[in-house]
């Protein structure tokens, strides 16, 4: 089965640029969407298709995906996006499903 | 509007069983991708069921031979019938609508608690 990998944690500074990878074999040949999800809720979509952002999600939200890593990028960083984030692929090679990575909690100091 | 209501969570045994049911609006469970996906108290996100629009269905390893995913056209909900149930399944269960391959509407969740 395909396997994602992120960093536990992020903590990055009000107003700064919080960066977020999410590892896999050759990712960059999948579209990666990424959810944000804070205590008590369940998950939003912030950015699909790598770079996409759904309507009413800020621009400072951001992806790229190349090779073995996909990345979140979060500019301007404020105190609400303090969440965790987690990526996701479909893995067609076997078994048709979703595969999550693990998470990475952003705290924002 | 797509909305989707979970229910049927309960504090249940082990080796017991359990059916959640999420109620659909705003779209077909009969024209969509729908799929379950777990979060266990204070951890990551698992997909442990999907059911395609053909019928089809996937389980993950960790549930396959235990939990069923179906359903009912004529009442536009989706469900999850588990059986054989262990602490491990302990957790937060979402119901949610996919698009393609991502998923674009979840629920709030049920919660699931196996304990003696």
């Known amino acids: 089965s395909y396997v994602l990998t992120q960093p536990p944690s992020v903590s990055v500074a009000p107003g700064k640029t919080a960066s977020i990878i999410c590892g896999g074999d050759n990712i960059g040949s999948k579209s990666v969407h990424w959810y944000q999800q804070r205590p008590g809720q369940a998950p939003v979509l912030v950015v699909y298709d790598d770079s996409n952002r759904p309507s009413g999600i800020p621009e400072r939200f951001s992806g790229s995906n190349s090779g073995n890593t996909a990345t979140l990028i979060i500019s301007r960083v404020e105190a609400g996006d303090e969440a965790d984030y987690y990526c996701q692929v479909w893995d067609s090679t076997s078994d048709r499903h979703y595969v999550f990575g693990s998470g990475t909690k952003v705290t924002v100091l | 509007e797509v909305q989707l209501v979970e229910s049927g969570g309960d504090l249940v045994q082990p080796g017991g069983s359990l059916r959640l049911s999420c109620a659909a609006s705003?779209?077909?469970?009969?024209?969509?991708?729908l799929t379950w996906v777990r979060q266990a108290p204070g951890k990551g996100l698992e997909c442990v069921s999907v059911?395609?629009?053909?019928?089809?269905?996937f389980y993950a390893a960790s549930v396959k031979g235990r939990f069923t995913i179906l359903r009912d056209h004529s009442k536009n909900t989706l469900y999850l019938q588990m059986k054989s149930l262990t602490p491990e399944d302990t957790a937060l269960y979402y119901c949610?609508?996919?698009?393609?391959?991502?998923?674009?509407?979840w629920g709030q969740g049920t919660l699931v608690t196996v304990s003696s």
């Open positions: 059911i395609y629009n053909d019928g089809s269905a």
């Open positions: 949610a609508r996919v698009r393609v391959t991502l998923i674009e509407n």
């Open positions: 705003g779209f077909s469970v009969t024209d969509n991708f």
